[in-house]
């Protein structure tokens, strides 16, 4: 995590995005996530560190209009997170947002790495750092990148 962490301060640009941690309704992240958002090297818009996750209006998303989002569904794999991200698409103005039109729309193991505390929690931040500053974060070998997903 330091090293992630001391690869970070050297980044200027902190894109700004969502991870969300459910898709219908939506739900941001909380708990531990936002600050690994910080840690990647981007400003989480909806989540705050040491809240709760909640349910999140998507009127909440659309304003905040997300350089990156980052879905990461509690419980799910990657197959079955891209079972419902046509629910996603569905969301009004989604195809709209800056983060879909920048092919910034990332997909990953929310079940293996993102809703459980423990030591993979060093795993969720270098998929993290990676799918928002591939060029300063390399990605650990035995780590599967975040997928890109395209509507």
């Known amino acids: 995590m330091n090293a992630v962490a001391e690869r970070t301060e050297r980044i200027v640009d902190r894109p700004k995005g969502v991870l969300l941690e459910w898709i219908d309704p939506p739900f941001c992240s909380g708990h531990w996530s936002p600050e690994l958002v910080r840690l990647a ?19 909440l998303i659309l304003e905040a209009d997300p350089e990156w989002l980052m879905v990461a569904c509690c419980g799910f794999d990657v ?3 891209l079972q419902d991200l046509p629910i996603l698409a569905e969301y009004p ?17 929310g ?26 974060h390399p990605l650990p070998e035995g780590l599967n ?3 890109t997903w395209r509507p």
């Open 41 to 59: 090297g981007g400003t989480e818009l909806v989540g705050r560190e040491g809240e709760a996750s909640r349910t999140t209006a998507w009127e």
């Open 79 to 81: 197959p079955r997170t």
């Open 93 to 109: 103005a989604f195809r709209v947002l800056a983060c879909v039109r920048s092919d910034r729309v990332f997909v990953t193991d």
């Open 111 to 136: 079940n293996a790495y993102f809703s459980r505390p423990g030591p993979r929690l060093v795993d969720s931040l270098e998929i993290l750092a990676h799918a928002l500053h591939p060029e300063v």
């Open 145 to 147: 990148a975040a997928r």
